[in-house]
């Protein structure tokens, strides 16, 4: 059972190229959610999933798109990035949306966009 | 619209000791949820505690506790017998209606 993975660990951009972060879990979970961690400033809902072929914009959705083709994978895409996309990014998964359940996170993946 | 705040960017304890570390929260809404979340340096997010606000009791796990003032809009984190592995960022996190709010984190030293 490895509950959340991310792939890649890390990853190094120059500005202007595209990726995509993969999230994947084995808890059958219908919750899954990005976030992009800043120093200072916390988590921040960058878009969310309510179960397989759903998509939802979150706190700061802007140069970010989404994908829930298969309900134990939730893809995380740059088109074109940006220096101010430098960031750790989560993925996370939970049993509800609401309800007091446990958010299951990812190890993250750090990328530095130059 | 929801928001919590951590106002201690940065906490120190010596081990064996009892520290507080603090959260408030501005909300509407009567039925929620309060969480606090441990980050070590592995990055991992941890649950520690997890508070119902219709619950009037102060939730504990074991060296963790909660002081849960919903009058107050409060929720503070106590770490009772510090150890060197409380080392990490702490985020308070409040549930709504389909919300999910993280705080700004405090990070954690614990002193040898």
């Known amino acids: 059972n490895a509950g959340v993975t991310q792939t890649p660990k890390f990853r190094v951009l120059k500005t202007g190229q595209s990726m995509t972060l993969l999230c994947a879990q084995d808890?059958?979970?219908?919750?899954m959610y990005w976030y992009r961690q800043d120093p200072g400033m916390g988590l921040r809902l960058i878009h969310y999933s309510v179960g397989e072929g759903t998509t939802a914009k979150g706190e700061v959705p802007d140069g970010y798109n989404v994908s829930r083709l298969k309900k134990q994978n939730f893809l995380l895409g740059l088109e074109s990035a940006a220096p101010s996309q430098t960031s750790v990014y989560f993925c996370a998964s939970s049993t509800f949306r609401s309800g007091g359940y446990e958010q299951y996170f990812g190890p993250g993946t750090r990328l530095t966009v130059t | 619209a929801q928001t919590v705040t951590q106002s201690q960017p940065e906490m120190s304890v010596q081990e064996a000791e009892t520290v507080t570390l603090s959260c408030t929260y501005d909300?509407?809404?009567?039925?929620?949820?309060l969480f606090w979340y441990k980050q070590p340096p592995s990055r991992q997010m941890i649950l520690v505690i997890r508070q119902e606000a219709y619950k009037q009791q102060n939730a504990t796990e074991n060296r963790f506790s909660v002081n849960f003032q919903k009058a107050a809009k409060s929720f503070s984190l106590k770490i009772s017998d510090s150890q060197l592995g409380d080392a990490a960022m702490y985020f308070c996190a409040y549930e709504g209606t389909y919300k999910y709010i993280f705080g700004t984190g405090t990070r954690l030293k614990v002193l040898a």
């Open positions: 909300t509407s809404e009567s039925d929620y949820y």
């Open positions: 808890m059958n979970h219908e919750y």
